[in-house]
């Protein structure tokens, strides 16, 4: 069964530094998200992205948070100048639906584990 | 006002019993979805379930089904035949039309042999 794909699985990175996290959707797949979740808490919707833009974003995804999809595979997750704050799990998503309500569920990938020292 | 409410943070089953994890939801929209996800330590996030709004019968998933109370705004997840496998947590989730999924807290499920 076609997976959703992260890379890596775990970030260590210095405060202030960016970070990229990578992921590749299942490859028909026409939606993408990103979500955090803070050790022990819930899954935070942070992004949507549809035909090369963002669609919908939550107000975690704010200037210190960028997305793009750089070519026919990849989706990235940039965030610039981390703070010890955004050290949680990531996870990317990707569904196959239509902008109509569907019965489609996002596939989720395993997550990349971000750790900021 | 929370979109998901989960109110169970922790539940204990037998192996081999049925367990009925609890969501309560949050929406004015008359469409929307209603999803089931199991997380295990390992972090991955798997798809159970799902509910449609305008589905006028439960959704059934091999040992997964969802007692779906629209009335009441509840979507509880049914575990029947608890195995040890099942132990992880447990998310309800749903989906307005758009891209946004909205996510309960979660419930820790621990199957006891």
């Known amino acids: 069964e076609p997976e959703v794909t992260q890379t890596p699985s775990h970030q260590v990175t210095q405060m202030g530094q960016e970070v990229i996290l990578r992921c590749v959707p299942i490859?028909?797949?026409?939606?993408f998200y990103w979500y955090r979740q803070i050790l022990g808490q819930k899954v935070e919707f942070l992004v949507s992205?549809?035909?090369?833009?963002?669609?919908?974003k939550s107000e975690i995804f704010d200037d210190q948070f960028s997305v793009e999809r750089p070519d026919g595979s990849n989706f990235t997750l940039k965030i610039r100048s981390t703070k010890l704050e955004d050290s949680a799990m990531y996870f990317c998503?990707?569904?196959?639906?239509?902008?109509?309500?569907?019965?489609?569920?996002?596939?989720f990938g395993d997550g990349t584990r971000l750790s900021i020292l | 006002a929370q979109k998901i409410t989960q109110t169970q943070p922790g539940m204990f089953v037998q192996e081999k019993e049925a367990v009925t994890l609890d969501c309560t939801y949050d929406?004015?929209?008359?469409?929307?979805?209603l999803f089931w996800y199991k997380q295990p330590s390992s972090g991955e996030m798997i798809f159970l379930i799902y509910?449609?709004?305008?589905?006028?019968q439960n959704a059934t998933e091999g040992r997964y089904s969802l007692n779906f109370q629209k009335a009441r705004k509840s979507a509880n997840l049914v575990i029947s035949a608890s195995q040890l496998g099942d132990s992880a947590m447990y998310f309800c989730?749903?989906?307005?039309?758009?891209?946004?999924?909205?996510f309960g807290t979660g419930t820790s499920l621990t199957v006891i042999p």
């Open positions: 998503a990707s569904s196959d639906r239509t902008l109509l309500l569907s019965n489609q569920p996002q596939h």
């Open positions: 989730a749903m989906r307005e039309p758009g891209n946004q999924f909205y």
């Open positions: 509910q449609g709004s305008y589905d006028q």
């Open positions: 929406t004015s929209d008359p469409s929307y979805g």
């Open positions: 992205f549809y035909n090369n833009e963002i669609s919908e």
């Open positions: 490859s028909n797949h026409l939606y």
